[in-house]
């Protein structure tokens, strides 16, 4: 009986998680046909409704921003697809898409000041998912602490032994330092672009203020803090205003 109980227990627990996974690719395999037929609110229909359980992932939110982009709001196609980016930066596809839907942007930003460090980390960082740098810097960890090991066991100090030593501890700093930068300005940073088509920037946190700039959509900001409706934030020329979340979406 206690068997019988154990193997009814088991089956309940997983008979939803069937149901789940089966739903999970009925509504995928429903957006992905209504997207062919062109019909594509009934498409984001059903891709919002995986969105919306939690079940987000890089294909998933390229499909949401290809769905924007056909109906014509470039704002959110370029915001779903930095998100898709985010999850996924060595999807060409998705490169692609954002770099095109860029094209239509009907505001950039003058005067923007890089930071040349800032530049450099970034474009270090870019390709790689924060993941893929934990699992590195992991691995460069664990061979340096087994090189050391080697060392102290045969104890000798060959050179080719120190010189290993030196480059693995190198590389190992390397990678912990670029895992960290990613996590605190693509994690910690809490970045966002804006999808109306236009949007007042102002001076402080309401229409009663003067207007900074108006800006179009697929302008990238970082959100340095919040008042109500709005986001103020700062964008790449380090420029600062407040603009309504309704204007905007965070990453």
């Known amino acids: 009986m206690g068997k019988l109980m154990a193997c009814l227990v088991a ?8 149901l789940t996974a089966q739903t999970t690719d009925s509504l995928f395999a429903a957006g992905n046909d ?5 019909d594509y609110e009934t498409a984001l229909n059903a891709y919002a409704q995986l969105e919306s359980q ?3 992932s890089a294909p998933l939110f390229f499909n949401i921003g290809n769905c924007h982009f056909k109906s014509g ?11 898709a980016r985010k999850l996924d930066p060595f999807d060409a596809d998705i490169q692609t898409n954002l770099e095109f839907a860029r094209q239509f942007m009907p ?4 005067g923007v000041v890089i930071n040349p460090v800032s530049s450099f980390m970034s474009g270090l960082v870019g390709p790689f ?3 893929t740098l934990a699992w590195i810097s992991s691995l460069l960890f664990i061979v340096f602490i087994l090189t ?3 060392r102290i066991y045969l104890r000798q100090a060959a050179l080719w032994n120190k010189i290993a030593l030196i480059t693995l501890f190198f590389l190992v700093v390397v990678f912990s330092g670029l895992t960290t930068y990613k996590y605190r300005t693509e994690f910690i940073a809490r ?7 236009e949007a007042r920037i102002y001076s402080g946190p309401g229409e009663d203020n003067d207007v900074e700039f108006v800006g179009g959509f697929g302008l990238e900001f970082e959100l340095e803090k919040e008042n109500g409706d709005y986001y103020l934030v700062i964008f790449e020329n380090q420029r600062k205003g407040w603009i309504l979340k309704e204007m905007a979406a965070l990453i």
């Not at 209504?34 to 062109?38: D, G, H, P, R, V």
């Not at 970045?191 to 088509?197: E, P, Y």
């Open 11 to 18: 089956a309940l627990v997983l008979i939803p998680s069937a």
């Open 34 to 38: 209504a997207y062919l037929n062109k």
């Open 54 to 56: 939690g079940l987000g």
């Open 73 to 83: 709001r470039p704002g959110y196609a370029i915001l779903y697809y930095l998100r």
């Open 107 to 110: 505001t950039r930003l003058e």
């Open 129 to 131: 998912t924060l993941n």
């Open 148 to 150: 050391w090991s080697l």
């Open 191 to 197: 970045k966002g672009v804006i999808v109306a088509d």
